[in-house]
């Protein structure tokens, strides 16, 4: 059964810092692209980042490169994504994605991400 949890959501105030972790199983998981979506309340779900298999390569949207970043570390079967200089724009349900080839992605639940002071 494949499992996406995430994990390290939070309240934390603007300038602070967080970071995500995602936890796979029932799947090869250095076969897959991962990535962090977020959905904040009345939004569309949106790209955070990404990273290639073997995480030589990421791709960020342009409204957290240089605040946020994501890596993996395939022994653990697991994705992180740090989170540095949040904003209260960045309060938002924040979801891990697997994509392997061929096969329809797979989601976690989510975490809840509140940046306020």
């Known amino acids: 059964q494949v499992q996406l949890v995430e994990s390290g959501g939070g309240l934390v105030q603007p300038g602070g810092s967080l970071r995500l972790s995602c936890a796979a199983s029932?799947?090869?998981?250095?076969?897959?692209?991962m990535s962090w979506y977020r959905q904040a309340p009345g939004k569309e779900r949106e790209l955070v980042a990404g990273?290639?298999?073997?995480?030589?390569?990421?791709n960020y949207a342009d409204s957290v490169k240089g605040r946020f970043t994501i890596s993996r570390d395939n022994t653990k079967n697991t994705v992180y994504l740090q989170m540095n200089s949040l904003k209260p724009e960045d309060t938002a349900m924040y979801y891990c994605?697997?994509?392997?080839?061929?096969?329809?992605?797979?989601w976690g639940k989510g975490t809840l991400v509140t940046v306020s002071s």
């Open positions: 029932g799947f090869t998981f250095s076969s897959a692209a």
């Open positions: 990273i290639t298999t073997s995480g030589d390569k990421t």
């Open positions: 994605n697997g994509k392997r080839l061929w096969i329809p992605p797979y």
